[in-house]
């Protein structure tokens, strides 16, 4: 089982170790299965030594990799004690654009790939870590945000995992999965700026305080989810 480096935002990392990364990426994009740490030594233009002095093994290569990639979209910080509807607001949409920059580059699509190939192969726990350190760890990201909110009345919902799966599939749509597949799906800058304003407010309006609190219970005990999307 592959252990997740400990290495795993952008502050810990030195431009040099970034550069690195960066090259490891570029590698994948390029030659998938193929990474190894003499040719990203290669293409970084530094020593295997280096290499696995900073990250370990290939594995551990791999796990940085992913974190550095997963460390670009970034979560807004909110102050709890004077959150308002405009910060909340302006926290979800900026998570939701740099999710959607991510997922629709060059780079995280080739890493999926493999990470998709290697799933259940017995290769590598690849598919595990991409999902550790890149769907989980957002997860762990945005939930305090979640929580901010629904301490501050802005949000109303029970459980912050169904919260954040809700919104992280009003953002993402079938788009990851049509990229993977090979879909050339059109995400310019001021596309991906309109679907992150649009998942959001899907979002506000069903987890919105005062959305849910205007709709009537419906006969499991649940408020309706309305017809606003």
């Known amino acids: 089982m592959l252990q997740p480096a400990e290495i795993d935002t952008s502050e810990a990392l030195t431009e040099r170790q970034q550069a690195v990364l960066d090259a490891a990426l570029r590698l994948l994009v390029e030659e998938g299965d193929n990474l190894t740490m003499t040719a990203v030594a290669r293409r970084a233009s530094c020593s295997k030594e280096t290499l696995y002095k900073w990250f370990g093994d290939r594995d551990g290569l791999l796990t940085a990799t992913v974190q550095w990639q997963a460390s670009k979209v970034r979560v807004a910080p909110v102050d709890r004690k004077g959150l308002d509807l ?96 090979g879909d050339r799906v059109e995400l310019t800058g001021a596309t991906i700026g309109g679907d992150a304003r649009r998942a959001t407010q899907q979002f506000l309006a069903l987890f919105g305080a005062k959305n849910r609190a205007a709709r009537p219970l419906g006969p499991d005990g649940f408020r309706s989810s309305g017809s606003e999307i």
């Open 86 to 181: 405009a910060s909340l607001t302006a926290s979800l949409e900026r998570f939701a654009s740099d999710w959607l920059k991510v997922i629709s580059s060059d780079t995280s699509i080739a890493l999926n790939r493999v990470a998709v190939s290697h799933a259940g192969s017995g290769k590598d726990d690849l598919g595990a870590v991409v999902l550790q350190n890149g769907r989980f760890a957002l997860a762990r990201r945005l939930k305090p945000v979640l929580e901010a909110g629904r301490q501050a009345g802005l949000l109303d919902f029970e459980d912050a995992e169904t919260a954040f799966r809700t919104f992280f599939g009003l953002v993402g749509r079938d788009v990851q999965i049509r990229l993977l597949l």
